[in-house]
């Protein structure tokens, strides 16, 4: 596998891959496939229609990952690439994606990965998605995840998504559709600087009884940022859903939080806080008692908060 | 050790100002334990936040271990050796126990280390190592952990702002233990309490009574604490002792 210095290094900040992963992976860079592994249980095909890949993961497969990280170093490249994950029945895997994008040109840089997951019966996927991005180009480096998952009865996917830091736009954009018994639990975390802007919807609807659905966003945003965030879940059965956008505002920053609700049966239980504010001064007055000067105890309080 | 210099502070209310703390000079000299007590609203929480740099005087001096600190900042007073607990801890989503203790220490503290402190003041420390210090405790276990913090500071001069509050359900000798055990093994360090309950004036070496933010009286235990108990003044004190004190100007 040939990467270059910075390429490695968009590869750890987004998937902490230090070397080729263990079991199957597809690292994609600069639109062309840089590695590919697929194993036993895990079989990795690219699309013949548009760019992309299938992944499709044996029933009752226990204990393997896949790794699918996208790194982005031409300025001026855009892309658009569909992943299809199909997890059978019973099997509980890792899935770890991330695209990181070091722009050093004028010209902007964009990957909009189309992520959809079709989630077995009883099956348990966790999946870790991170942004990142670099480089001191004039060039924008702009990031639109699209993210579909159809849960079957019984299953559990976990989703963290993290964005801390280089990436000038990105709308986000979640639907779930969860069958009975199936469960969401989605853990944001965003932190956005300078210029930028992030818009992350989310729609999650909850079609079978007993499904559950809980959405976290943790986010901070800085200088002249701007972040909206868009939750919105659906109660279809007897369900429970709870939303919850917990955001600190800094310097000029602006959020706009729009938790929504619906409820189209009686027994569906759902929830929404949302909470913006500034970092509250005797928070940064008690870390100062403990020896920190303001810029550090600033720094302990948002690492924590995004932690 | 400290030495407040005929220091004043005044908050700008209504069209005038208010003087909170008039003219106060006092001096907590090193390896004692120096309780200060009066009446709520009399400015005693004021005084240890103009201790910590929390507030800055409008008038007078504060003189730390010989040096003027009167214009040093918060984090230099720390770092200089005092530290601060608060009368009503702070919250913080996403911090841990653990965090917190580290920060405190300013060192790479074990967290067998850190667990010394969290059993110093009668907490389970596995329980809470790695709990966030957020609305998840209570205000009991957030003043217990807020006093270990303190004593990871291991700081010349330690200010506690009515350390009983809130520790009803912790036996009230292990309090005292604590205080005992700082004293024993940071040298030379002094502590400063606010307080107003008996058993703590009763380990004081020194008290000052503070009321309408001047210095009413200021002595030996010995010599203080019989006028505190004989005096009608002291009827307010003792109800507070008895039930619980308000929140402290």
Redesign the interface.
Known sequence: MKLDEIQKRLLREIADLHAVPEGAYNIRSNSQMAGRRSTANIEITSKTDVSGMDIRIAPFTKNESVHIPVVLTQTGLKEVVYNDFFVGDGADVLIVAGCGIDNCGNQDAEHDGIHRFYVGKNAHVKYVEKHYGSGEGKGKRILNPGTEVYQDEGSTVEMEMVQIKGVDDTVRTTTAELKAGAKLLVRERLMTHGEQRAISTYVVNLNGAGATADVVSRSVARDDSYQKFDAKIVGNAPCSGHAECDSIIMDRGRILAVPGLEANDLDAALVHEAAIGKIAGEQLVKLMTLGLTEAEAEEQIINGFLQ | MLELKDVSFQVAEGSGDKEIIRGVSLLVPENKLVVITGPNGGGKSTLARLI?G?EKPTEGRIIFKGEDITDR???DR??LG???A?QQ??R?????VL??IR??A?KRLSAAGACEYLSAVGLCARDYIDR?VNSSLSGGELKRIEIA?VLA?GAALSVFDEPEAGIDLWSFQNLIEVFAHMRRTVQNSSILIISHQERILNIADEIVMIKDGKVEKQGAREEILPQLMGTSSAVSECRMILGKGGADA
Request: net charge positive; aromatic share 12%.
């Open positions: 910590a929390i900042s918060i984090t720390a770092r005092i530290a601060y608060f801890p702070v913080f989503k996403g911090i841990k965090d917190l920060i405190a300013g966030e913090t500071r």
